[in-house]
């Protein structure tokens, strides 16, 4: 007999009292539900109850084996909703919360397509560039620039790296000239992001060399949707990630400084909960943007 369904049926009489009970409320046999019980006694060795004409009692060996099969049966209900869970079609609201720059940019365009394939997902996006509690503010996953703090519980999956770009606007460049030298930038305008405090610094780098530049920025920002509008109406030099200056750039609005130097790249992370087994709105999430990004991770490790 099976050894699972055989302690199935040892709980049920344990609980139930008697083999006629248990097997009533199993469907079985009177005879089968005994079967069972023996069979597990035969494998143990052991008597797991005293039969007498009026009720049935464990022994000690029962008693304690009893608690030992509810354990089992347990992680097997709970294996049983991991595949639940991973087989289940996404559905219900998923909470997400993302930097500004990149959740206008990048985000909300892939979440589109991502409802495209799973429509009934609800997907909340919420925009901001503080660090979100997810426990507290009921968030199911976070997308965060920078490597989590080794602290973190929060359970963190690469899905891209960006990289830091600085660029003016013609205009700006025209009057005020273009930097040859990540230091020629002391003589120039800077547009400050409020994140990097009130004396930032910029470390460039070209092979070997190392260059750490400090700034007091002539003007500063919380946003970098806001920077990237000062940048174009030539108030100053902007850095920013590539999601933000890229298509500018592209586009000739903005001309890329110092070309031979190199920015710090910034990786981009999904974290959700420590859940033993993500759910399937969030497991399906993930798994789309790594699939979107997988070119992207390729051609890091090809440049690296």
């Known amino acids: 007999m099976d050894q699972l369904t055989s302690m199935a049926v040892f709980v049920c009489v344990a609980e139930r ?4 009970a248990a097997g009533a409320a199993l469907r079985l046999s009177g005879t089968m539900v005994a079967n069972h019980v023996a069979a597990l006694e035969r494998h143990l060795g ?3 109850i005293h039969r007498t004409t009026r009720r049935h009692a464990l022994t000690a ?17 709970a294996a049983d909703r991991v595949a639940d869970q991973l087989t289940a079609e996404p559905s219900g609201l998923l909470r997400v919360t993302a930097p500004v720059t990149y959740g206008v940019h990048r985000l909300t ?20 560039d503080r660090l979100v509690d997810l426990e507290e503010e009921g968030y199911d996953l976070a997308i965060r620039s920078g490597e989590p703090a ?16 600085i660029a003016a606007s013609p205009a700006y460049l025209a009057r005020d000239g273009v930097p040859d030298h990540p230091q020629a930038l002391a003589g120039h305008r800077l547009l400050g992001f409020s994140p990097w405090g009130d004396t930032p610094q910029l470390r460039f780098s070209r092979d070997e060399e190392t260059v750490v530049v400090s700034f007091k920025p002539s003007l500063t920002i919380n946003n970098g949707q806001a920077l990237l509008v000062a940048a174009l109406a030539g108030h100053g030099v902007v850095v920013q990630a590539d999601v933000l200056l890229d298509e500018p750039i592209a586009a000739g609005l903005l001309v890329p400084l110092l070309p031979n130097w190199l920015l710090p790249q910034r990786p981009i992370y999904a974290m959700r909960k420590p859940d033993r087994v993500p759910g399937a709105r969030v497991r399906s999430f993930v798994d789309f943007l790594l699939t979107e990004f997988a070119g992207e991770r390729e051609e890091d490790r090809a440049t690296s």
């Open 61 to 77: 060996i029962g008693a304690a084996y009893l608690e030992r099969c509810r354990d089992v049966l347990a992680s097997v209900s």
């Open 150 to 165: 080794k602290d973190s519980p929060l359970i963190a999956r690469l899905l891209q790296t960006s990289r830091m770009r």
């Open 109 to 128: 365009p892939l979440v589109a397509a991502y409802q495209q394939r799973y429509p009934a997902v609800t997907v909340e996006l919420n925009l901001n």
């Open 46 to 48: 052991a008597s797991l």
């Open 17 to 20: 009292g008697s083999f006629a």
